[in-house]
């Protein structure tokens, strides 16, 4: 078989290709898409953070705001995430904070929900209303034993 210079180049063409398309992927799952400013630190502290991993999303109606770039226990064995967020960010003071599951991968991420205060949270605060994340265990725990399954 001869070797064709034009084959090589198509060949090594569409390797290349398939390696950028593995590198984008890569970065798109692994979470390294934020691209904001930050600047506005804040805390929220959750008693079930389920699946939530650091460089996780932060997002205000669906748009990514920041990341989470800490997890830690706290003095009293509950979860505080520390979120990194835009900082021309204005939440009020009301504002709270969730545990969401996002796509079929159900990657969880946080979800901020602005509240109506005109005093605004500032960098170092913590947000007062938080929501844990749903567990799928504690739920069907829950509904087998409601619905007296368990006692046949």
Do not use: C
């Not at 569409?14 to 890569?26: D, N, R, T």
């Not at 009301?94 to 109506?116: H, K, M, Y």
Request: glycine share 14%; net charge negative.
């Amino acid at each position: 078989m001869q070797r064709s210079p034009t084959r090589d180049l198509t060949v090594g063409l569409f390797v290349a290709a398939g390696l950028v398309a593995i590198g984008y992927l890569s970065i798109q799952i692994g979470g390294l898409s934020y691209k904001g400013d930050g600047g506005l630190e804040l805390y929220a502290v959750f008693d079930e953070i389920g699946g939530l991993k650091e460089r996780a999303p932060v997002a205000v109606a669906g748009v990514t705001v920041g990341q989470v770039t800490g997890i830690a226990l706290d003095d009293v064995l509950r979860a505080r995430v520390t979120l990194d967020l835009d900082a021309g960010l204005e939440l009020p003071s009301d504002s709270s904070a969730a545990v969401r599951t996002s796509g079929v991968l159900g990657d969880q991420f946080i979800a901020l929900e602005p509240g109506g205060e005109e005093e605004l949270l500032v960098s170092g605060e913590e947000i007062a209303f938080t929501e844990n994340a749903l567990s799928l265990e504690r739920l069907i725990g829950k509904f087998v034993h409601d619905s007296g399954i368990e006692d046949e």
